[in-house]
């Protein structure tokens, strides 16, 4: 194995809080090694089995998650490869149709890491770490793989490179919008994982977070065999010979609250470079989108940075508003934000918690009393055994909130929200 440069860039600030505790250090390397079934765990390989890596940095072990797949078809081989590669990295084997492939296809398996206090479940914000995947090549004939991060902070490239770089995107409330990067490889194979093959390999960076969601994947242009792929996810930083780094503005929160006849649209950002301004976009129905108004940008920052503005919807009488938030940048590429929604009820009517869809599948959305917006509200999800299955706490929340529930199995539960002494709840079918 080479020897890399070690890593010099320290930590300027730290962060505490009473939910999530933060590790303050010098940006540590992350090492997986040692994988088990966590007890009570769906089967291996199943999708919601987590398994647990210990010790991934002092006193923090790693959770994780099969999140899910494109099809049945998709299966993991291994969860963590040690016979190739290198043993310190994430390294899963996924397989497609036990590897045999029939024309031309495209498949993915995805996994939630969650960082955790060791021995524990409970999570733990990391500041600032690199994950580079390495050999991201292919069958030299019609395969070629692909990995995909969630909202990364940044990506570091080769120049040249032979990666192909898009937008990950996914259907939120019927709008296709950007939720991170792809980085596909060529067809061409290259022998080994070989961490000196700067130009098949890609670092990206996360600041301040408690988990991410990783995609492993692959694509064919027609019927192939040897889709049974290795994956190497390498938590540290590598030298390029010649880098290129792209930093995408950091979106830190974006809210929607309901203000009498105005809907107040508030946006914070960590960083900014090259962005020219931010559209905030509108829609009655979550699919056709108008411009409700346009702020424009600091445009080069690392500081943090507040936005806001309010949109007249006095003309509106009932119903759901969702509001979505385009960013600019100076070379005319554009990104969307998640989709904030502020709920209209009829007139005189007092407007408790609501949720819908009911029954729902993915995402529920939950409105708040009005006189919540704004405040600290906890929402939790009890099952039909009172046992608490999921809990968000939303420190400023917005009229609307979003709670992800493709996790949970089909049946009834509770979902409860509180806000200081004051507690409203609704039963949910989750289908």
Known sequence: MKTFVPFKQFLLTCLLSAAVMTICKAQPQLVFTNPTL??????????????????????????????????????????????????????????????????????????????????????????????????????????????????????????PTQLTVSNLTQTILGVLTNVGKTFDGPTTQHAGIDTSATGIMVTVKYNNVSSIIYRAGGTTTASAGGADRNYSIYFKNFTYSSPIVTLPITLESFTAVLNGSKADLKWTTSQEINVSHFVVEKSLDGKNFSDAGIVFAYGNTTE???????????????????????????????????????????????????????????????????????????????????????????????????????????GFYIVKASCGGDITQQKIIKN
């Open 304 to 410: 943090r940075k507040n936005y806001s503005l309010s949109d007249n919807i006095s003309n509106v009488q009932q119903g759901v508003i969702y509001y979505r938030l385009r960013t600019v940048d100076n070379d005319g590429k554009s990104e969307i934000s998640a989709i904030r929604l502020i709920r209209i009820s009829k007139q005189g009517e007092t407007l408790q918690m609501v949720t819908y869809p009911n029954p729902v599948s993915s995402e529920l959305r939950v409105t708040v009393p009005a006189a919540w917006q704004g405040k600290e509200v906890l929402f939790e999800i009890f099952n039909q055994s009172g046992q608490k299955v999921k809990a968000l706490n939303s420190s400023s929340s917005s009229q609307t909130e979003t709670i992800q529930v493709n996790d949970l199995s089909k």
């Open 38 to 159: 966590e007890p009570g765990s769906p089967a291996a390989g199943m999708d919601s089995a987590v398994y647990r890596f210990p010790s991934v940095t002092t006193n923090v072990d790693a959770l994780v998650k099969i999140n899910g797949r494109s099809s049945s078809l998709v299966t993991l081989s291994n969860i963590d490869v040690t016979n190739t590669g290198f043993d310190k990295a994430f390294q899963p084997q996924v397989a497609y149709n036990n590897g045999n492939v029939s024309g031309a296809r495209s498949w993915w398996m995805e996994f939630k890491i969650t960082f955790v206090n060791r021995n524990t479940t409970t999570p733990v914000n990391i500041t600032t770490f690199d994950a580079t995947a390495l050999d991201i090549d292919g069958d030299n004939n019609h395969l070629h793989e692909w990995d995909a991060f969630f909202s990364p902070a940044s990506y570091t490239l080769e120049t």
